[in-house]
């Protein structure tokens, strides 16, 4: 190998190394093409100095104080809102089309059918093919997607800041002009029905389906993946494409969110030349009052009288996918913070109370962790491990014991201030690159928060006490509500799960629907 | 380390053997490159570099953008340089490195990093190399390095046989998660073990083996400790809100003492011939899962050599957006695939390029593999459209801007380069690569490393029967047809196989 700097450190360490043996040159035979057994017995023993200073953690220099970038605002004079943090150290923007209403608040439309529409977007225009779209943004060298999921739809761009006024006409027009053309509607049916039924060998992805299913019932939005089911994706026509976009994209839910290498002016012109022509659909689409936030959706009661235990069957698994799993919170709840706190301790960091338990007490698993799925509505609670089938039982007794436990005790001083310092200081990690900052802004838009949101966080999360963790663990974990969904080979778990008490399980489908058949033990 | 200093270390304050600075700035956009990027201003990654008496690479950017600090520790060794009987090692051992060292306590690495405000915490292991990493607020450099230098200095004063054997268990079950019980998981290896010999340190993958990763004791952790991570066979890159200087003094002190020891010779086997093969391979791979899928694979030149930057334009042509060849032909006017993925995965020993498609419901992996060679025999025989060449380009070239944007990246791509490249401060030469390719350039390359007889191809065959992440059922070869670029000059009865399917 030809590395320049690989002499130079080796004459450095005869220079100021000596009793470091040089590599002996080598006389003998060639040696096998693999790498030795072992390495030869070292005849000196290197020993690195214990020196006073490395006997703990630094303590490190002042405290950095987050300081949140600069966002300004302006109004397009179609009344579009835009939001902008501009960035010049890179010559990089990333542009958002940010429309107020996703998937979840849109209870008339049929299950998949707001992902789909997203999806459609980047698919032809009245005056764009999905192949001249395609081709425009690749001579840019454009990164781009367009989607739907539960509270909001996004169209987005990032582009070196040369290719900004060759890219923002394509990115208008899709999100203005899209055509949902039949035979791309048809391509793009065909291809989700093979990926829902790709899911299928996905362990993960069963987890999932179930728990909607289980917690939602089928009939709320939230009751389904977001792509629907296959039997929801062959109904999905083009006017309930149509309709959802004519709802939900219409400049009167829309927000255009900017970050980096542009001006504030040059910016507003270059907005109202492709946007201004963007106006609200007259008369105004029916039906008119399902529009984002002013119908959330209801939260969902948790049925007490539902089976506990819901197991997907997947013959011959060595692993399953265990998820403990109930009703969460809403983006708005007014514990919000208090419960971003509880969740890093509960199961968001690596270090938190699960992973430590499941991972590196017990050895059952790679990786446990949790989440508050926090949407317009209240979206589910999950804390999952992927765990050694012979730990199945095990891993759950270990989750609801860590349930029962940060809702009985209080969390430690200690804990309480690790959880705190990371929420605080990862906060500037969070604006690093322009579709961070463009995400950042976009949550401003679809959660309706404060513009100074970011600025006061580290403040809110210090003025936390252990008892408002607590306080949050006792509203929104029951540890006799929770469902547990196990997604593994039923001959072999079923029985191991028997001495949980969760009683007769729930047998449900890849899909997350309830299966008829029991299992049949000799 | 041939360009001039843009920037130098003002103060030698410490006892530090500096033996080079090499700042690298991107030199002013040339006419044709302005013509390809469309005039995007040059950006610049400025390193300076640093050895410390104990030969430990210390490579230093300054990127002010943000209050953090990235920092990305490369140890020069992979699974490339397991023992036989020890595959997985290299990966092991990377967990057994944040379960604590002299003055870490058990359980508190990541922990006291997170509390930090530490963010992108991890570790990798691949074939060529072994990365440690963390992004810290940029008052919490001196955590990172001491974290990094204790483990570096002081590993084994706290290893113990009952962490050993439970991150072995995490371990097995990272294998169970990602390769095991993940649909069409093991064909990689299945491929990696055809393309390459036994011989050749690529045969295996880093992941390794369960019995392998059975066998491993607590003395092999101790063996693979000294004689790898020896801060003369690592590279310390420190990128973020920092002063040069100052980082390189907290450098200095805490992996200053680390004593250097002897780095074996490993010419035997980082050198290896370059991977011919003698025909087309075809592994018939049995899976649980719901839909067909075929592989084709290559062996190629290494990372930054001639061919390999071509190859990642090669892959942009054939499936990079909707009019790519093949997303094209499979996907979007025939319906017969559900996606179709081409990547030059490039490394240090050879690389390997690797088609991967999967056939939508009621289509087959061998209609896909003979439209696939249809569009490969038309690359090679019609070349690249500029309009082709361009949008590859483009891609290329955003990408690497794109990458900047990470400080973690940045640190990460300092390391990459100063291994692979040999120079850290690389990336003007690695966007000139791109800028400076040419149609013929990329249809060469194509015709040279993607011949249809020299391959390794896997059909993989949905089967409700057979473990998700695929199972090996059969496997045949069809002997390469020798042609003139094969054998000059053509002897007069030269062994032609018949046309053998």
């Known amino acids: 190998m030809n590395r320049p700097v690989a002499f130079v450190a080796a004459a450095l360490l005869v220079a100021c190394a000596p009793e470091v043996l040089p590599v002996a040159p080598s006389l003998a035979p060639p040696p096998p093409a693999v790498a030795p057994q072992v390495a030869p017995a070292l005849p000196v023993v290197r020993a690195t100095p214990d020196d006073p200073f490395r006997r703990s953690a630094p303590e490190g220099g002042p405290a950095v104080a987050f300081v949140a970038p600069t966002m300004r605002e302006l109004h397009l004079r179609n009344g579009v809102r835009v939001l902008l943090v501009e960035r010049h150290d890179l010559p990089v923007v990333a542009v958002r089309v940010v429309a107020k209403g996703g998937a979840g608040d849109l209870p008339w ?203 997907v069957d997947k013959p011959g698994a060595s692993q399953s996918v265990v998820r403990c799993a109930e009703v969460g919170v809403a983006r708005a709840a007014p514990d919000h913070d208090a419960v971003a706190l509880l969740n890093a301790i509960f199961g968001g960091m690596f270090s938190s109370r699960i992973n430590l338990n499941l991972r590196e007490v017990h050895g059952f698993t790679y990786g446990a962790h949790s989440r508050f799925d926090e949407r317009h509505g209240a979206g589910p609670f999950v804390a999952t491990a992927t765990v050694k089938a012979e730990s199945t039982a095990a891993s759950i007794g270990e989750l609801l014991k860590e349930v029962r436990t940060i809702r009985d005790d209080l969390v430690s001083p200690e804990e309480l201030r690790r959880a705190k310092e990371s929420l605080k200081q990862a906060l500037p990690a969070r604006f690093e690159s322009v579709d961070a900052v463009t995400q950042a802004l976009s949550d401003l838009v679809v959660y309706d928060l404060p513009i100074d949101e970011y600025a006061t966080r580290a403040a809110r999360i210090d003025r936390l006490t252990a008892e408002d963790v607590r306080k949050a663990a006792r509203r929104h974990l029951h540890p006799r509500a929770l469902r547990v969904i196990v997604v593994g080979d039923r001959s072999r778990v079923e029985p191991l799960l028997e001495p949980l008490h969760l009683g007769a399980p729930e047998v449900r489908d890849a899909y997350g629907d309830v299966a008829a058949a029991p299992l049949v033990r000799p | 380390m041939s360009s001039a200093c843009a920037l130098r270390l003002r103060h030698a304050l410490l006892p530090v053997a500096l033996t080079c600075t090499a700042g690298l700035l991107a030199p002013p956009a040339r006419a044709d490159e302005v013509a390809t990027t469309g005039g995007v201003r040059p950006v610049t990654l400025t390193v300076q570099m640093a050895h410390l008496g104990n030969g430990l690479e210390v490579l230093l950017h300054e990127d002010h953008r943000t209050p953090i600090v990235s920092v990305n520790l490369w140890y020069h060794v992979g699974s490339k340089d397991e023992p036989a009987g020890k595959n997985g090692f290299a990966h092991l051992f990377e967990h057994v490195m944040f379960q604590g060292s002299r003055h870490v306590a058990e359980g508190t690495y990541v922990r006291d990093l997170e509390q930090a405000g530490g963010t992108s915490i991890n570790g990798s292991t691949s074939t060529d190399r072994t990365n440690y990493f963390e992004t810290v607020p940029r008052n919490r450099l001196d955590l990172a390095l001491w974290l990094e230098s204790d483990r570096m200095g002081f590993l084994l004063d706290h290893i113990e046989e009952a962490t050993f054997s439970a991150q072995r268990d995490v371990v097995k079950n990272e294998r169970r998660q990602n390769y095991e019980g993940a649909p069409y998981g093991m064909v990689e290896q299945l491929l990696v073990e055809q393309m390459y010999p036994d011989s050749h340190p690529y045969h295996r993958v880093s992941i390794g083996s369960p019995q392998d990763l059975d066998a491993a004791t607590l003395d092999d952790v101790r063996a693979f400790f000294r004689t790898w991570y020896l801060p003369n066979n690592a590279t310390l890159v420190i990128a973020g809100d920092v002063d040069a200087a100052a980082a390189l003094a907290l450098a200095e002190r805490y992996f200053g003492p680390i004593p250097a020891g002897p780095v074996p010779d490993r010419r035997a086997w980082d050198d290896p011939p370059a991977v011919t093969l003698t025909g087309e391979k075809t592994l018939d791979v049995a899976a649980g899962v719901e839909l067909p899928r075929v592989y084709l694979a290559w062996p190629t030149p290494p990372s930054f050599r001639s061919g390999d930057g071509e190859l990642d334009l090669a892959a942009s042509v054939l499936t990079g957006g909707k009019t790519s060849r093949l997303y094209k032909r499979l996907v979007y006017d025939a319906r017969i695939a559900q996606s179709v993925e081409a990547h030059e995965d490039s490394r240090q020993l050879g690389s390997k390029f690797v088609i991967i498609a999967t056939a939508q419901p009621g289509h087959s992996a061998d209609e896909l593999r003979e439209a696939i060679d249809d569009e490969l025999g038309r690359l090679s025989s019609g070349g ?95 002997p390469a047809r020798l042609t003139t670029a094969d054998v000059a000059p053509p002897p007069p009865a030269a062994p032609v196989s018949p046309g053998v399917r």
């Open chain 1, 109 to 311: 439309a049929p299950p998949g059918a707001a992902s789909m529409m997203g999806s459609m977007l980047e698919l032809g225009t009245t005056t764009r093919t999905a192949l001249e779209i395609s081709d425009a943004y690749e001579a840019l060298g454009a990164m781009h997607a367009a989607w739907v999921d539960w509270d909001s739809g996004g169209a987005a761009i990032k582009v070196t800041t040369d290719k900004l006024d060759l890219a923002l006409p394509v990115l208008a027009d899709i999100v203005m002009h899209p055509s949902f053309q039949g035979e791309e509607l048809d391509r793009l049916r065909a291809r989700s029905l093979a990926a829902i039924q790709q899911a299928k060998s996905s362990a993960q992805a069963m987890g999932a389906a179930a728990t909607a299913a289980a917690l939602y019932g089928r009939g709320h939005a939230y009751g389904h993946a977001l792509e629907g089911q296959a039997a929801d994706v062959e109904k999905i026509d083009r006017t309930d494409l149509a309709r959802v976009h004519a709802v939900v994209w219409s400049p009167l839910h829309a927000s255009v969110v900017v970050a980096g290498d542009v001006t504030l002016e040059a910016l507003a012109k270059k907005l109202d030349a492709v946007f201004g022509a963007w106006t609200p659909p007259e008369p105004p689409p029916l039906p008119s009052r399902v529009v984002p936030r002013e119908v959330p959706p209801p939260a969902p009661v948790a049925r007490r009288d539902a089976p506990r235990l819901v197991v």
């Open chain 2, 384 to 478: 690249v459209t500029p309009a082709e060449l361009g949008r590859a380009k483009a891609r290329a070239l955003a990408g690497l801007v794109f990458d900047l944007e990470h400080d973690s990246e940045r640190a990460n791509l300092i390391n990459l380069y100063n291994q692979l490249a040999h120079d850290p401060g690389f990336l003007p030469r690695d966007m000139d690569r791109y800028a400076t390719a040419t149609a013929e350039g990329v249809a060469d390359a194509a015709r040279r490393y993607l011949p249809h007889g020299r391959r390794v191809v896997a059909v993989v065959t949905p089967d409700r029967t057979a473990p998700v992440c695929g199972v090996l059922r059969g496997s045949r070869e069809v």
